[in-house]
């Protein structure tokens, strides 16, 4: 699994067997739809998995944060995506309760 930050300053998560060919794709513009129009990208961050599976199930995972919770764990600070999670689920919380009966 590995997350590129786009020329936009925005994260493309993804997965691949071949990390170093993946991400020059990208760059030669024959990566995902999404990063075609944000060259060039850089890669940040890499996790390694056994499987495609897994590599691709952490994608989906990863794809589904905020832009905050994908900075944490870029920048390696796994205290801070727990904050970050906790913060998330008051915010819903309050917004649950202050909706009317």
């Keep these: 699994m590995y997350i590129l930050e786009c020329a936009d300053g925005s994260f493309y998560v993804g997965s691949t067997w071949h990390i170093l060919e993946r991400v020059q794709q990208h760059n030669e513009g024959m ?3 999404y990063t075609r129009n944000r060259l060039p990208v850089a890669l940040v961050y890499t996790e390694e998995y056994a ?3 897994e590599a691709y199930g952490r994608e989906k995972q990863v794809q589904g944060w905020n832009r ?3 900075r944490a764990l870029i920048e390696g600070r796994p205290e801070d995506l727990r904050d970050i999670e906790r913060l998330q689920k008051l915010r819903r ?3 649950g309760n202050a909706r009317p009966p």
Excluded: F, L, V
Aim: glycine share 8%.
């Design 93 to 95: 919380t309050a917004e």
């Design 51 to 53: 499987s495609i599976a």
């Design 31 to 33: 990566g995902a739809a």
């Design 68 to 70: 905050r919770k994908r």
